[in-house]
Antibody, heavy 122, light 106 residues
Framework: QAQLEQSGPAVKKPGASVKVSCRAS????????ITWVRQAPGQGLEWMGS????????DLAQKFQGRVTMTTDTPTSTAYMELRSLRSDDTAVYYC???????????????WGQGTRVTVSS | IVLTQSPGTLSLSPGERATLSCRAS???????LAWYQQRPGQAPRVLIY???NRATGIPDRFSGSGSGTDFTLTISRLEPEDFAVYYC?????????FGQGTKVEI
């Protein structure tokens, strides 16, 4: 079955960058996109954006434009999300999820990775 | 599109019925509304997509309904493992926003 395995926790200083990886298995990586969602401590889910593995096109939430880069590496079936200029309010668990959207139909997220905790602290 | 979930917290007992609401700030297609469950310390998982379709492996005590701006998730008889936080998401329009969540607690 489809699974997403994320990289381990990271502790970063303000102003630094973090790159989270998400390795897919159990399905054809090329077929679907990857969406990134974050969750601050005790808070709800925040949609960050998505990337099409097919053509590399990204769709980012406005607040992350200019600070987030999403990429994929098809030979290793791995997606990456890099967040730059980290601030304390970027402290959160970052999730990747398979985006079942197609060229003609937007769809839901399934499955999700286990999450990567990123802590930003001086 | 802003999704507003209510109530914020629902206090119920096992065996009771839970009714969760998700209201959108503008009309959305019912085919573009999903519900997710997040248990403590776990990643979310999809329960319902297209407003009323149960995802693979989801028990039939979970059901979704609604259209336009008002959507509902119903859990007919709460089991101990159902006490969790539930999120709705619209995925038809970017940004593909989530509601703020409803916590179902004992």
């Amino acid at each position: 079955q489809a699974q997403l395995e994320q990289s381990g926790p990271a502790v970063k200083k303000p102003g630094a960058s973090v790159k989270v990886s998400c390795r897919a298995s159990g399905y054809s990586f090329f077929t679907f996109g990857i969406t990134w969602v974050r969750q601050a401590p005790g808070q709800g889910l925040e949609w960050m954006g998505s990337i099409s593995v097919f053509n590399g096109k990204t769709d980012l939430a406005q607040k992350f434009q200019g600070r987030v880069t999403m990429t994929t590496d098809t030979p290793t079936s791995t997606a990456y999300m890099e967040l730059r200029s980290l601030r304390s309010d970027d402290t959160a668990v970052y999730y990747c999820a398979r985006d079942l959207s197609t060229m003609v139909s937007p769809n839901w997220l399934d499955p999700w990775g286990q999450g990567t905790r990123v802590t930003v602290s001086s | 599109i802003v999704l507003t979930q209510s109530p914020g917290t629902l206090s119920l007992s096992p065996g009771e019925r839970a009714t969760l609401s998700c209201r959108a700030s503008q009309s959305i297609s019912s085919t573009h509304l999903a519900w997710y469950q997040q248990r403590p310390g776990q990643a979310p998982r999809v329960l319902i997509y297209g407003a009323s379709n149960r995802a693979t492996g989801i028990p039939d005590r979970f059901s979704g309904s609604g259209s336009g701006t008002d959507f509902t998730l119903t859990i007919s008889r709460l089991e101990p493992e159902d006490f969790a936080v539930y999120y709705c998401q619209q995925y038809g329009t970017s940004p593909k926003t989530f509601g703020q969540g409803t916590k179902v607690e004992i």
